[in-house]
């Protein structure tokens, strides 16, 4: 197989800080599991928080493009899809979030 996916379904009850998280973790997860494949990552949000909830926004609007697309050659989530042709396979450690 060239390519795998990835599923997540952020839950009505968590904030961006545990989404982000899960996601990074996932991307780690699989790069360990699977190393150097091409990732696809198909992301839903329970109910309407994915074009209304401020945490969703930021996580699509600014994480992902920022902090997970690089670990990715696709994201497919609620705000839009993104392509990525240069997958970045050395994943940090950990992830290390910041408020600005």
Do not use: C, W
Not at 7 to 15: G, L
Not at 62 to 89: A, C, S, W
Request: net charge negative.
């Amino acid at each position: 197989m060239k390519n795998v996916s990835i599923y997540h379904t952020i839950k009505v009850n968590e904030d961006f800080n545990t989404a982000a998280n899960q996601l990074f973790e996932l991307i780690k997860a699989r790069q360990l599991r699977e190393p150097n494949k091409e990732r696809h990552l198909y992301l839903d949000i329970e109910g309407e928080r994915g074009s209304t909830d401020r945490d969703m926004l930021e996580l699509q609007s600014r994480f992902i493009p920022e902090m997970i697309v690089p670990y990715v050659t696709e994201i497919h989530m609620p705000l839009g899809n993104i392509k990525n042709k240069h997958q970045d396979n050395n994943l940090p450690e950990s992830l290390t979030i910041t408020e600005v």
